[in-house]
């Protein structure tokens, strides 16, 4: 009786080992390339966060593993393209030709909005107008993104349009460097990864980036002076992409778990990790003295004016691809002012 009940324990004991090992072969890890440094809040925040969404709504049966170095900035696309990753974050503009439409939250409209607010219109607007031309095609669309304000930082001081204008500006594509560009300054297309180093290096005399910058990419130790335009010159336009065949290759339920934890819900919590860095960003520029300058009332008009005529050529390029782009820039000004922060993205945070 004793070696049956032995043989039985064991039995059951091998059974339960397969039935684990069998659970734990089952579990899909998601390669997430990410290209800014592990103390960026996009992977102290947005990726952790993501990850706990996911592993919740689909009972453990994916994950997602954070990997650095998999590709630059600008090739990131083609990293999820080509199968190297599964998910990651694009900056719109660093991927020239490609999207048009994205620039709708782009231009500058002269207020404060929290990034969180501007992401969640963002994603509401392109679902409803700009979706349709497809510029995400080949690619499982995730989430859209939003920054903060984009400010001016200069080396030396510039307090005026013609101060700027025999600078080196850097930009990164997209809305920002359309502004340099009608403005007459001189812009040098860099990621954000490089501009320390250029800086540091006299190839350009000033940055165009939003306040995080200060802190995440080390601005305020390079480019101490900043001259800040009410809502700012422009906002950052990202989006959160995956592999369209690793999306395919998961289950309906596992599909439809993640979509319940992506959209506007991610596109919020991406948002909100802006809004956290940008006052992170702040606090990191008091404690190296950075300087921060209001633009003169001449400077801003100079920057209306620029704006108006770029978003009349957006609303024809829209006009050109079957989008009432009218419709869809009302939408999104509409959303900016009616919607707000949403606590529960607050509590779900990882980091404080």
Same mark, same amino acid.
């Given at each position: 009786? !004793? ?20 659970? $734990?072969? $089952? ?22 966060? +993501? ?58 409209? *002269? ?41 001016? +930082?200069? &080396? ?20 920002? #460097? ?18 320390? /180093? $250029? ?5 350009? =005399? ?11 990419? &080390? ?8 001259? !800040? ?29 993640? /979509?319940?934890?992506?959209? /506007?819900?991610?596109?919020?919590? *991406?948002?909100?990790?802006? =809004?956290?860095? =940008?006052? !992170? ?12 300058? /209001?633009?003169?009332?001449? *400077? ?24 009432? #782009?009218?419709?869809?820039? $009302? ?6 002012? !009616? ?14």
């Amino acid at each position: 009786m !004793r070696k049956w009940i032995t043989s039985v324990a064991f039995a059951l004991a091998g059974t339960a080992m397969l039935g684990s090992q069998a659970h $734990a072969e $089952a579990r899909t890890t998601l390669t997430v390339s990410s290209w800014s440094s592990p103390q960026h809040g996009v992977n102290t925040i947005v990726w952790p966060t +993501y990850r706990k969404w996911i592993e919740e709504a689909t009972d453990g049966r994916v994950t997602l593993e954070v990997v650095y170095d998999l590709a630059a900035p600008p090739a990131q696309m083609d990293a999820v393209y080509d199968g190297i990753a599964d998910i990651t974050w694009i900056f719109h503009g660093l991927t020239p030709g490609r999207f048009t439409m994205t620039k709708l939250p782009e231009f500058p409209y *002269f207020e404060s909005v929290p990034s969180e607010v501007a992401a969640a219109a963002y994603w509401r607007t392109h679902q409803e107008h700009l979706d349709q031309v497809g510029e995400h095609r080949g690619l499982k669309l995730l989430g859209l993104g939003m920054h903060g304000p984009g400010l001016i +930082y200069t &080396r030396e001081p510039a307090d005026s349009l013609d101060d700027l204008q025999d600078m080196r500006i850097r930009v990164g594509g997209g809305v920002m #460097g359309d502004i340099i560009d009608g403005l007459g300054i001189r812009g040098v297309n860099l990621p954000p990864t490089e501009v320390y /180093e $250029a800086a540091s290096q006299g190839v350009i =005399d000033g940055i165009l980036l939003n306040p995080e910058a200060l802190r995440s990419f &080390r601005v305020a130790e390079v480019a101490p002076h900043v001259l !800040r335009v009410p809502g700012g010159m422009y906002r950052g336009s990202f989006s959160l992409i995956m592999n369209r065949s690793t999306w395919e290759s998961l289950s309906p339920e596992d599909q439809e778990a993640i /979509e319940s934890v992506s959209g /506007e819900r991610l596109s919020r919590l *991406f948002g909100y990790m802006m =809004d956290i860095e =940008d006052e !992170r960003g702040y606090e990191f520029g008091e404690e190296h003295d950075v300087t921060i300058t /209001e633009a003169p009332e001449e *400077f801003v008009q100079a920057v209306r004016d620029v704006s108006a005529d770029l978003e009349a050529e957006w609303q024809e390029q829209a006009e050109a691809e079957g989008v009432d #782009g009218e419709a869809a820039m $009302a939408m999104y000004e509409r959303l900016i002012n !009616r919607l707000e922060t949403d606590s529960g993205i607050h509590e779900a945070t990882i980091t404080p």
